[in-house]
């Protein structure tokens, strides 16, 4: 792949777009909810969403900013937004994602060893591999460095004993990053961050059911599994340090994408449907009409936010604190819309199953509930409040409680 920079960003746009007008199936275009029902966890991909992610996955382009050399694009910065931009006119959608996109795979290329990054960074490239988090615990939620799943030292290899709660997609995943305790003596300063095979002997997954129907969180119960020391990522008893770098490039995610994904109906033209119109072809409820106006604001400006935000972190080496500003800010307005979803919809957002209700009502009454969750995992609103208040706005601690 060329690098194109400066003034040859128009020669880039046009290889990337008859790139995808020759490699994006048509029959995918514009229909966000079906690309994102596919890349949702547990889902084979089949026909066309297979084809897609092959053909992006060969490229490089699904993690279009990585080196070359491990299966990344290797594109400037710049480079990747002009494909966005290209891929957004097509209606077209990035088929290779996951925690090992979004979370692992940055930190490795950071923290990891040159023979670790050749030997885990090509798979993730071509969604070959699916990834898992192991850090919470039920003793170890918020308060993360109290773990206890313990790694014990036994020459060539770590013996790992203990439990992690609401592993994501940990039923289907088929490696996991691990935050384990390698010292009993100190509490941050004895972790370790290691990956491992999910599919070894020792390792138990049970699936959580949730409210909303579904179990994308499991408990993850460890006996006896053994991990070969060459997996540890990072230097021994660091892995707080590595673990604190990931859960950055976590929140970036859960933050930075928001709006992306093609086009979706805008929520006052489906609001019509069920409320109706005025004489002047507005939506009937003036007060509904003007809080989903201030959600669709919110939504700009959170998207104009996360662009400038990007423009002026170009000079540094990722992601940084503001991360924490972009998740909570992103998960209310997709919380907000939620709710004010089915507040329009009325009794036909009150339906749980059958032929009463369509698809859509039933996803959105499924939607709002799983949504719910997005205020903790991550790190929870309070948490990000916290680091808010320190590392942006500079805060004391508050003072002890007498």
Not at 36 to 56: F, H, N, Q
Request: aromatic share 8%.
């Amino acid at each position: 792949m060329a690098d194109f920079g400066g003034a040859d960003l128009d020669a880039f746009r046009t290889q990337a777009r008859e790139w995808l007008n020759a490699n994006f199936p048509k029959s995918l275009a514009h229909d966000t909810e079906a690309q994102t029902r596919a890349m949702a966890g547990g889902v084979e991909l089949t026909g066309d969403m297979a084809l897609w992610r092959d053909r992006m996955g060969e490229k490089g382009w699904g993690v279009p900013t990585w080196p070359a050399q491990y299966g990344g694009g290797g594109l400037s910065p710049q480079e990747a937004r002009v494909l966005n931009q290209e891929m957004a006119a097509l209606g077209a959608w990035n088929p290779i994602g996951g925690m090992g996109v979004g979370m692992f795979g940055p930190t490795l290329l950071e923290y990891g060893t040159e023979d670790q990054k050749k030997k885990y960074i090509p798979d993730i490239a071509t969604a070959k591999v699916r990834w898992c988090q192991g850090f919470s615990e039920p003793g170890a939620g918020s308060d993360l460095a109290a773990l206890q799943t313990k790694a014990e030292d036994k020459g060539d290899h770590w013996l790992v004993n203990g439990q992690k709660i609401w592993t994501s997609g940990g039923q289907w995943a088929d490696m996991i990053f691990c935050l384990v305790r390698t010292d009993q003596t100190k509490k941050h300063e004895g972790i370790s961050f290691v990956v491992f095979s999910m599919h070894q002997p020792g390792v138990e997954v049970r699936p959580i059911r949730l409210i909303a129907g579904s179990s994308p969180f499991c408990e993850t119960f460890f006996t006896d599994v053994k991990v070969p020391k060459e997996n540890l990522i990072g230097p021994l008893n660091g892995g707080w340090t590595v673990a604190k770098r990931l859960l950055q490039h976590e929140r970036s995610g859960m933050g930075g994408r928001a709006g992306e994904g093609g086009k979706r109906e805008a929520l006052g033209v489906i609001a019509k449907k069920y409320v109706g119109e005025d004489e002047h072809g507005r939506l009937a409820d003036l007060d509904l009409r003007t809080r989903i106006v201030m959600n669709d604001m919110d939504l700009k400006a959170l998207q104009q936010t996360v662009k400038r935000a990007a423009l002026e972190a170009k000079g540094n080496s990722g992601p940084s604190a503001t991360t924490s500003i972009m998740k909570n800010a992103n998960m209310k307005v997709a919380q907000d819309r939620a709710e004010l979803t089915l507040e329009f919809m009325g009794h036909q957002g009150l339906g749980w199953e059958g032929a009463d209700f369509t698809e859509e009502e039933l996803a959105a009454v499924r939607g709002w509930l799983a949504g719910k969750a997005g205020s903790i995992y991550g790190g929870s609103n309070e948490v990000q409040n916290n680091i808010i208040s320190k590392r942006i706005l500079g805060l004391p601690d508050a003072a002890p409680s007498k």
